[in-house]
Structures are given as structure tokens and as C-alpha cells.
């Protein structure tokens, strides 16, 4: 699965000046994108059709008159393209140049000869719109001319799926450089889904020699991490080679994105009605019962999610109600009752919220269950006070023992981002020595477990070398604790929140009381502890607060339960500072070292 990022280069560079050769002064910079994706796209499939051109044009001549659908005949192997998809325009992008004269519209009818899945994929890039700055610009010949060059090496036999996926995610990564944009979401690199896919099945791969397995990713960019993780599974040389059948399935909300996705599932034989299109929160694309054996994905972090809010909110307040069950879960109260809660993370970042739906969408355990793999960045650890959705969601995952493990990544692993970034791995079939348990591994340390990158790629610095997934997936099989490796129960996780309140003090130094006699409180001094779940409330109270407010009390009846995950508490180590001494030494070796520079320079 390794892939090597640098031999692409020169494609993805070829491409590149193809706005600088062809575009420039016909299009605004921050509009390449819209004409060299949909046409790096286009002549991917172009080529993929090219050897069975002839066959494609001779039946669909012979039959177009006698059969309505033709869809059957043009994808078969005997009369048609062999591919889910056909052309049956009478030009090829390259036949295109051999009429200059009228080549707008030529590639008109060339575009309008695609079936209708490609047809889908036209429109969600809205390359029709450009085809008039095209012809007007007279740029329309000389822009297929450039990508008919054999320098773009852009055969499915040559270029992967997951070639082609990296190849997106750069351009797209430089086009937001170009205009200073940003980039919105974090591509995955091949690497980290490599990673994925092995923590993801592995543990299952027993049960997965044979049958029929569904795959799912609810953001699904260029369907890397579908097409990745079932050749993985399947890859006859490969570490589980199964004989299953794995149906892909995934969902993308971004135009370009989605249609880069469905190209390549096209070209991969793979079903393209199973990729849908818009907002996988307010907008699922897939029968609500349907359910998924392994899901993976790497959701937008730090994106709003305010318009699926708007679009799935029923409440008339200002408080959200969403009454899609997908987000309604029951979780204890302090009293340790089950309550059904809406769960809503805020509104400026909707990560947590895909996990909730990937939640609802495992299979049952007597069915098989389910594993995840989900990236996150840190706050999807820690934010939210006890009582908000966030905290809310990592206690209905925790309660239901839901989480085997999180595995903090290095930084700069990313090409738009250098922030710290988690693996989270969930599973409802458990293995009995992880029951009730949660792994903690830190990878971060990128000495230890990544390499430097020869030439960064945007923020991307570092990558994992297959040693360095060798080396995490050991601590995630060994489950042991050790400098990198921390195993907790469920419970370490939640905590009480208590509210803390001190007697108001009136001149005199005299408690005032309200009408039934009681202290009253000072709302000044009124402040909150978390109490670890294993331990009994009264006994912490008396053990950190009573010793430094005697008077202090706190409400039995307004309790809320919390849950947090302060991963890098749990692997913190203490550097003591360096003495007066080591300071002095290295100072004094300094001044050695630059002895009579200063003489040099005034002189």
C-alpha cells in the first residue's frame, strides 16, 4: 500500500503549469481549479475508454434505434466498454485535436457522450459553465492539447485510485496556497490510512476470509480510505487475503471531492451509486437501516456544521432540538438513571457529530458488529463541560465500552494542518482482555515513531515509514503498559461536577442566612470541582475543599456527570530544570567557542 509520493511529482507539476501556460489572463487564479480538475478527471476516463472505443460506437450505432436503455450493452465486455461507464461520442480527447476549427463544439458532443453516471460527475465539477470562457478565450485546443501530452500519465493502469487521490489533494492543497484560502478540511495521508486499515481489520481477520462486508466512509474526499482498505483486505499477497466480497460505500458533501470519487470507483468497477452526494448529518444518502461491518473516516475538524443544524432543527427556542434518532442517545445522570439526550456539539465544529453517526449505523453484535476507525484532533478529547454534547458523547461511547483505543499521531503528519491529530479505534465486538478497558498510545514523539520528509508538502514534514506502523500496531496487540502505551478503565474517564459554595460574610464576620435559616451563598466565592467517578463524593469533599473552606458546601441535587480524555496528562514527564551550574558551564563554553569574534568584526 506504501506509495511513492515523489514519483508523482512531475505529473502533478505538468498539471500544475497548465494554468500558467493556458489559463493565465483568461481566468482569475482563484478559478484554475474549476477547469484543470473536472479535465484531469475527464482524461482519466478518456483513456480508460480509449481501447474500447470502436466496440463502444459500433453497438451503440447497431442498437440505439431497437433497445431503449443501452446502459446493459455499452458497459458489458462483449459489446461495450467492459467498465460501468461509456462515451458514445464519436471523438476521443485526442481525435479532438485533429479538427481545430470546430473544437468547442466537438468537445460539447464529446462531453455530452458520456453516460449518466459521468454525466453526474460533469456537473458536480459545473464544468459546463466554463465552456465558454473556453471558446472565447480560444484556450479550448490548446487546453486539451496540454493534457493529451504524454508527460500526463493518467491510465488507471499507471495511476492508482490512491495515486490519484494524493494527486487531487496537492493541487487542491497548492490552488488554496495560490489564493491564500483555506483549505477547509484535512486530506489523509496514504500512510495514516495504511495505519487504519491495519488496526481496523486485522483484529478481524479470521472472520473476514469469507462472506460479504460493507465499508463505509460518511466523508469520503476522494474515497481513498474505500478503495485502500478493501484492497488491503483482499490484496491475495497481502497480510489477510480474503476472499470476500467488500461493497464500498461513502458520502461527500464537496462537489469536486465527490466527483473525484465517483470517477475513480467508476474506473474501479465499483458500484457509483454507492457514493452519494451532500451532507452525510442532514442530508444521509442511504436507506436509515442500513448498516456497516467497518467504517473509517477522517471528518472536518474545527468546520462549522450551523447549516445541518438549521437544517435538522424542529425547536421554535434557542435551544436545538433534532429529533433524528441518530443524535438522540440515552445517558446517565449523577443519580445514575438513563436519560435520553439530544447531543449536539457546538456549532463551530461538527467532528463529534460524525461519530455519533457512525455509531448508529453498526451492526448488531450477534450480527458480526462493527469496527471504526475515526482522525480527530484534540478537542474532540477534551471539550465541553460536563453536561454539553461533547462530554455527552464521550460518555454514551465510554458507557456502551464502545472505545479500545486512541492513538495520538506526530505533528506535521498533515498537509494543511500541524496540529496534534488522534486515531480513534471503536468496536462493539470487543475482544475480552479490552473489555471495559481504553488503550492510550503515544506516537507523537517523530524521532521515534515517523521520518522527515526530503521535501515538505505544504505542513506536511513527517511521514510513517511501514516500520513505523509496524511499531504502533505492536502496542496495539500487546496491549501492555509501557513508556508509550497506557490501558485505563472506562470509569478513569468521568467525573462528578459539583458546584462548591462558601457563607456570605456581612461586616461583622457574621454568616448571613436567607429565610429558612440556611447560609446563604456568595455567589463571588460559588465555584465547581470535578470529582472522579471512583470516589466517593463526601470523601473527596472533605479531603479538598473542607481543609481550605470550612464552611463550604455543595448542592447533592444539582450534580452533573462529565467525561474528558487529558491524553497528554497521562503521558507527561517531568524535565527538572537544568542547575546554576550547567547553565555557567555551557555559557563559559560559549564564550570559547566565539573568543576574538567580536575582535574580528571591529576590526
Known amino acids: 500500500m506504501n506509495l511513492d509520493t515523489q514519483s508523482l511529482q512531475p505529473i502533478i507539476n505538468f498539471i500544475w503549469t497548465v494554468a500558467d501556460d493556458v489559463l493565465i489572463n483568461k481566468y482569475l487564479e482563484n478559478q484554475y481549479q474549476d477547469v484543470i480538475l473536472p479535465m484531469t478527471v475527464l482524461r482519466r476516463l478518456d483513456l480508460a475508454l480509449e481501447p474500447t472505443k470502436d466496440q463502444v460506437l459500433k453497438t451503440h450505432k447497431e442498437f440505439k434505434s431497437k433497445i431503449d436503455n443501452l446502459l446493459g450493452l455499452l458497459t458489458s465486455k462483449e459489446h461495450g466498454s467492459g467498465l460501468a461507464f461509456y462515451n458514445t461520442s464519436p ?7 485533429d479538427d481545430p476549427k470546430n473544437i468547442d463544439s466537438n468537445f460539447e458532443d464529446y462531453l455530452n457522450g458520456f453516460s449518466e453516471n459521468v454525466q453526474d460527475i460533469i456537473s458536480k465539477f459545473k464544468f459546463r459553465n466554463q465552456l465558454e470562457t473556453l471558446e472565447n478565450g480560444g484556450i479550448t485546443f490548446s487546453l486539451i492539447e496540454k493534457f493529451c501530452n504524454p508527460k500526463i500519465e493518467l491510465r488507471p493502469e499507471k495511476i492508482s485510485p490512491m495515486a490519484m487521490g494524493y494527486m487531487f489533494e496537492d493541487l487542491i492543497r497548492r490552488f488554496n496556497e495560490k489564493t491564500n484560502a483555506a483549505a477547509g478540511r484535512h486530506f489523509t495521508p496514504r500512510e495514516i490510512i495504511e495505519l487504519m486499515t491495519h488496526l481496523v481489520y486485522l483484529p478481524v481477520k479470521d472472520q473476514i476470509q469469507n462472506g460479504t462486508f460493507l465499508v463505509y466512509d460518511p466523508c469520503a474526499g ?73 467504517m473509517l473516516t477522517n471528518p472536518p475538524y474545527g468546520t462549522s456544521w450551523k ?106 503528519m498533515f498537509y494543511n494542518t500541524g496540529i496534534a491529530t488522534y486515531i480513534w479505534i471503536l468496536s462493539n465486538v470487543k475482544e475480552e482482555k479490552r473489555k471495559g478497558k481504553v488503550q492510550l498510545i503515544n506516537a507523537s514523539s517523530k524521532e521515534i515513531f515517523s521520518q522527515n520528509m526530503r521535501k515538505p508538502l ?146
Request: hydrophobic share 30%; with cysteine.
Open 458 to 603: 505544504g505542513d506536511k514534514r513527517v511521514e510513517l515509514k511501514p516500520n513505523h506502523i509496524i511499531d504502533i500496531q505492536n502496542l496495539y496487540f500487546e496491549f501492555e503498559e509501557n513508556k508509550y502505551s497506557k490501558i485505563f478503565d472506562n470509569e478513569d474517564f468521568g467525573f462528578y461536577q459539583i458546584t462548591t459554595h462558601q457563607p456570605e460574610i456581612d461586616g461583622k464576620g457574621n454568616i448571613v442566612k436567607d429565610s429558612k435559616g440556611k447560609p446563604k451563598s456568595d455567589k463571588e466565592l460559588k465555584d465547581s470541582e470535578n470529582v472522579p467517578l471512583k470516589e466517593n463524593i463526601d470523601d473527596y469533599f472533605a479531603r479538598e475543599v473542607l481543609p481550605f473552606a470550612e464552611n463550604a458546601w455543595y448542592d447533592k441535587k444539582k450534580m452533573k456527570v462529565g467525561y474528558h480524555i487529558p491524553f497528554t496528562k497521562y503521558f507527561y514527564e517531568y524535565e527538572p530544570l537544568r542547575n546554576l551550574e550547567q547553565i555557567e558551564k555551557d555559557i563559559m563554553a560559549l564564550e570559547n567557542e566565539t573568543d576574538g569574534l567580536l575582535k574580528e568584526i571591529v576590526s
Open 222 to 294: 476522494s474515497g481513498a480510505m474505500l478503495t485502500q482498505s478493501k484492497k488491503y483486505a483482499t490484496n491475495p499477497d497481502g497480510e489477510i487475503k480474503s476472499k470476500a466480497t467488500f461493497h464500498l460505500y461513502g458520502q461527500e458533501n464537496t462537489g469536486e471531492m465527490y466527483a473525484t470519487c465517483k470517477s475513480d470507483m467508476l474506473l474501479k468497477n465499483e458500484d457509483p451509486d454507492k457514493i452519494k452526494f451532500g451532507s452525510t448529518l442532514s442530508e444521509y444518502g442511504f436507506d436509515p437501516n442500513l448498516k456497516f461491518n467497518f
Open 91 to 97: 471523438y476521443t480527447m485526442k481525435k479532438l485535436l
Open 307 to 412: 447549516q445541518d443544524i438549521e437544517n435538522l432543527n424542529v425547536g421554535t427556542g434557542k435551544k436545538v432540538e433534532i429529533n433524528d434518532r441518530r443524535f438522540n442517545l440515552p445517558i446517565k445522570n449523577f443519580k445514575g438513571e438513563l436519560e435520553e439526550t439530544c447531543l449536539t456539539s457546538r456549532s463551530n465544529d461538527g467532528q463529534l457529530m460524525f461519530m455519533l453517526h457512525m455509531l448508529s449505523k453498526m451492526k448488531d453484535p450477534k450480527d458480526g458488529g462493527s469496527r471504526i476507525a475515526s482522525i480527530h484532533n484534540g478537542s474532540a478529547l477534551f471539550t465541553g463541560d460536563a453536561g454539553s454534547g461533547e462530554s455527552g458523547i464521550r460518555q454514551y461511547i465510554l458507557e456502551n465500552d464502545l472505545l479500545e483505543c486512541i492513538i495520538q499521531l506526530p505533528n506535521d
